[in-house]
């Protein structure tokens, strides 16, 4: 009989402390279906996305191994303490609990610290053999990949698309980001044949569209010039994140088009500059920030944004002008968070040695109230005005500016009714004080 192992990725909680559940999850993360593949043939695997299914406790799978976007860490942690009373071994992965992974071990039997590919393989034997190890960590010199088992989760309540990974890591430093906590500038590009076998993969599965996963897909032109023009032929529409720098570019821009592009997310964080100096993101210049976006918009690609508010150069002022700056760049999905100093990470030793930290408690730390002191405010009126500026942004007249009362509506009439539908799913998160995010 095959070894069993269930493979979770968590949802994270509500404000009222339970799990946000969804009839359709639309964003499907790469970690389980990718640690599927590397998993060995002797092994059954099984896959359940929280989001979208209940836990089974009662598997009778041997191994558990979960893992979490962001916030949803703590959501983690409680499913592993429950499943170790249970009697099961677990394991902990994803970027939290690789950052935080001292914590992290108090409640698993061993925690993957960063990169998976070099060491999964070795914890199944390890745990075949009684001697699992805490920790395992092996940082990657070169980024090849298995095609993904999507076969696991196809058949569950998913989104239009499915993603696929070109790049991992990110050459910025930006001192509140985990990616640059894990990689330190160093970013790693997949074969371009491997990228075009798994986007093939998709669309033999039935989809038209992939999510293309990439910390800053324009760190190299020239590989993305490529990728474009392979992408292109295979007749597919797509959607990334990456640096608002891709603004500058017209030809890149069009070639980004061309091959099929239809939406581009930004990590703009800020319009004010101190703030981003403050946050080491002073490469980037918000006085800029317009003119880039209606480039790429007149290129045909959506904008999606995420910000944060609480950086040391904010004031009450500059979280309530950035609602304008919203409405204004007919921004069609946005989203905000309040600036968090997650432990492992560089602004949290800055805020913790200037005695800045105004909540200890880190299990309490999901985006959506302040924990630091701002310099400029209370950590309460930080909280307060990032409400405010969600319940502003998500009003029914800004929603209706941003994606249904532009010029080229009826040129594009579906996808600007399909954002309008987004927006008020969030505006309705909102109002019960859940923080819009991508699960």
Request: with cysteine; hydrophobic share 35%.
């Amino acid at each position: 009989m095959k070894k069993k192992i269930l493979l979770i990725q968590s949802t994270p909680y509500d404000s009222n402390r339970k799990p946000i559940k969804k009839s359709r999850l639309y964003f499907v993360g790469l970690a389980m279906p990718l640690l599927a593949s590397l998993t060995p043939y002797d092994w059954h695997v099984e896959i359940c996305l929280e989001t979208i299914e209940d836990i089974p406790f009662h598997t009778d799978a041997s191994l558990i191994a979960i893992g979490s976007m962001g916030h949803a860490i703590i959501r983690s942690i409680d499913i592993a303490k429950e499943f170790r009373k249970r009697g099961k071994t677990v394991i902990l992965g994803g970027y939290m609990a690789s950052l935080m992974n001292k914590e992290a071990i108090k409640y698993c039997d061993s925690v993957i610290i960063g990169d998976g590919e070099l060491v999964w393989s070795q914890a199944l034997r390890d745990f075949e053999k009684g001697q699992l190890k805490k920790f395992y960590q092996k940082n990657l010199t070169n980024l090849s990949t298995p095609p993904p088992r999507f076969d696991l989760i196809i058949n569950k309540n998913i989104g239009d698309f499915l993603p696929v990974q070109a790049g991992r890591g990110c050459p910025n430093s930006c001192s509140f980001c985990s990616v640059y906590c894990l990689y330190k500038n160093s970013y790693l590009k997949r074969p371009l044949g491997e990228v075009i076998r798994d986007i093939r993969q998709i669309k033999d599965l039935g989809f038209k569209k992939f999510l293309l996963l990439d910390d800053n897909i324009i760190s190299d032109r020239s590989y993305l010039e490529e990728l474009c023009k392979e992408i292109k032929k295979l007749d597919m529409k797509w959607l990334s994140q990456c640096s608002i720098k891709v603004g500058e570019d017209k030809d890149l821009l069009k070639l980004l088009y061309d091959s099929g592009c239809i939406a581009l997310s930004f990590g703009l964080e800020s319009i004010n500059y101190e703030s981003l100096k403050f946050m080491d993101k002073s490469w980037a210049k918000p006085w800029d920030y317009s003119s880039l976006i209606k480039n790429i918009q007149n290129a045909g690609i959506d904008v999606s944004t995420e910000m944060v508010v609480g950086a040391d150069g904010d004031t009450l002022e500059s979280i309530y002008d950035t609602a304008k700056f919203i409405e204004d760049n007919k921004i069609v999905v946005p989203r905000f968070y309040i600036l968090t100093p997650i432990p492992g990470t560089k602004y949290y030793d800055e805020m913790k040695n200037e005695n800045r930290i105004y909540i200890d408690d880190i299990y309490s730390y999901d985006g959506s109230q302040a924990v630091h002191i701002p310099k400029h405010m209370s950590p309460e009126e930080l909280t307060d005005a990032y409400w405010q500026l969600y319940n502003k942004v998500f009003s029914y007249k800004s929603i209706f500016n941003r994606t249904i009362f532009r010029s080229d509506f009826f040129k594009r009439m579906d996808k600007y009714l399909f954002y309008f539908m987004v927006n008020v799913f969030y505006r309705y998160q909102i109002k019960k004080k859940i923080t819009p995010n991508i699960f």
